[in-house]
């Protein structure tokens, strides 16, 4: 019993590790205190976790290509009739990516747009917001 109480004294801990969101050169991002092997994939569950679509991933560049749907996309939900007799399509999921750098045991977690560029949209809040969230 005395192992069983420290393995989860040990995952209480692990789980307890800081995620904060913060605002770099008017991007934001979200800040952990560990390396790059664990940031790398705690992100990568919390992406898995909270909905969005790993496309690829690259490890040795640390990027995570993702699609997003946004939220409020579609204010309303059509009617079955609705959506088997309308031409128009759902709105098309965004991409981006995510970006893990570390330098030693500090972490920063970045969204960048399809083109690698900085992304500082609200959509980028949001995503940064939910990462962090679920990193807490």
Request: net charge positive; aromatic share 8%.
């Amino acid at each position: 019993h005395r192992v069983d109480r420290r393995q989860r004294q040990m995952c209480i801990r692990d789980s307890t590790q800081a995620a904060r969101m913060a605002t770099v050169n008017n991007v934001p991002v979200v800040q952990l205190d560990e390396g790059f092997d664990r940031a790398w994939r705690r992100v990568g569950l919390a992406l898995d976790r909270t909905g969005f679509t790993v496309e690829d991933r690259n490890r040795n560049e640390g990027t995570y290509f993702v699609r997003y749907v946004a939220p409020d996309t579609e204010k309303k939900e059509p009617g079955f009739f609705s959506k088997l007799f309308s031409s128009t399509s759902a709105t098309p999921p965004l991409k981006y990516r995510i970006v893990v750098r570390s330098q030693g045991e500090a972490t920063t977690v970045s969204v960048l747009n399809e083109a690698g560029a900085p992304e500082t949209s609200a959509n980028a809040e949001r995503i940064v917001r939910v990462i962090a969230d679920d990193l807490k």
